[in-house]
């Protein structure tokens, strides 16, 4: 019985080898070092966060001011926060988490995305632009924006914007953040996830995914270490004296001749 109990201790540990190592091997293979380069735009300019703005600098909107009590929300002056990037880069989130604490507060109106640099040439780009127009019932209020994307509704935060305005329904006021993948995402279709937060109150207000966007779905994206170019070398040999290699082949062939010739005669 002791054998017995040796070889059933022995099988149970082996059973429990074989259940953890599948796990073990999947968390290796999902882990990957995401690098992401971002640079923001406004106005067709590069954006400066932490820009001070006159709440009177809005005129189309600030007139409304005494009338509308939505006229403005939050400070009339920007902080950005730099642990807001420790909080969301490297987190990755699934579409059930998110929870919209506004009630038509906020929205996302319009959204246009760019694709570039396809080194490779192989339909697959390293580089995209997402420009959206944020629009609120606000005559002004700061957010910030938080740009994801992932497959199957699980996505990885590439980047967290400055704190910039929003004003009213401008159409104007449109926020662009232009991404280069260095490292990290494989040659995939990927989906783009944007959530909009109130800089005030760090609450979402608003969002856009794949589901209510078209734009946002099957973006065919690699990162940049996945660019491969392969280059063919061509080599190309010279030959020269084309017509004295044919003569010598030429008189080479008469001596053997001859000397046949000599050979039958004796």
């Given amino acids: 019985m002791k054998t017995l109990n040796v070889s059933l201790a022995t099988i149970s540990a082996f059973a429990l080898l074989h259940v953890l190592t599948p796990s073990t091997v999947l968390a290796d293979d999902t882990s990957r070092n995401i690098e992401v380069s971002s640079k923001e735009y406004r106005y067709d300019k590069p954006y400066i966060g932490s820009q001070a703005v006159d709440a009177n600098a809005q005129p189309s909107h600030s007139a409304q001011a005494s009338s509308n009590k939505h006229a403005?929300?939050?400070?009339?002056?920007?902080?950005?926060?730099?642990?807001?990037?420790?909080?969301?880069?490297?987190?990755?989130?699934?579409?059930?988490?998110?929870?919209?604490?506004?009630?038509?507060?906020?929205?996302?109106?319009?959204?246009?995305v760019t694709l570039d640099n396809d080194i490779d040439y192989d339909g697959y780009h390293s580089t995209f632009t997402v420009e959206f127009d944020a629009d609120t019932i606000f005559t002004?209020?700061?957010?910030?924006?938080?740009?994801?994307?992932?497959?199957?509704?699980?996505?990885?935060?590439?980047?967290?914007?400055?704190?910039?305005f929003i004003y009213g329904e401008?159409?104007?006021?449109?926020?662009?953040?232009?991404?280069?993948?260095?490292?990290?995402?494989?040659?995939?279709?990927?989906?783009?996830?944007?959530?909009?937060?109130?800089?005030?109150?760090?609450?979402?207000?608003?969002?856009?995914?794949s589901y209510d966007n078209a734009d946002f779905a099957f973006l065919p994206l690699e990162s940049e270490n996945n660019e491969f170019v392969v280059e063919e070398t061509v080599v190309i040999v010279e030959e020269r004296g084309g017509s004295t290699s044919l003569l010598s082949i030429l008189c080479l062939g008469l001596v053997i001749a001859g000397r046949r010739l000599l050979s039958f005669k004796k």
């Fill in 72 to 112: 403005i929300k939050g400070s009339t002056s920007l902080t950005d926060k730099p642990e807001r990037a420790k909080k969301y880069i490297g987190t990755s989130k699934s579409a059930s988490d998110i929870f919209v604490n506004s009630v038509n507060e906020f929205w996302i109106y319009e959204t246009w």
């Fill in 140 to 164: 002004q209020a700061p957010v910030y924006a938080v740009l994801y994307i992932g497959r199957n509704d699980v996505y990885d935060a590439i980047h967290v914007s400055s704190d910039f």
């Fill in 170 to 209: 401008d159409s104007t006021d449109s926020f662009t953040i232009e991404s280069t993948l260095v490292s990290g995402f494989p040659t995939r279709d990927y989906d783009v996830l944007l959530e909009l937060y109130d800089a005030d109150t760090e609450t979402l207000v608003a969002y856009s995914d």
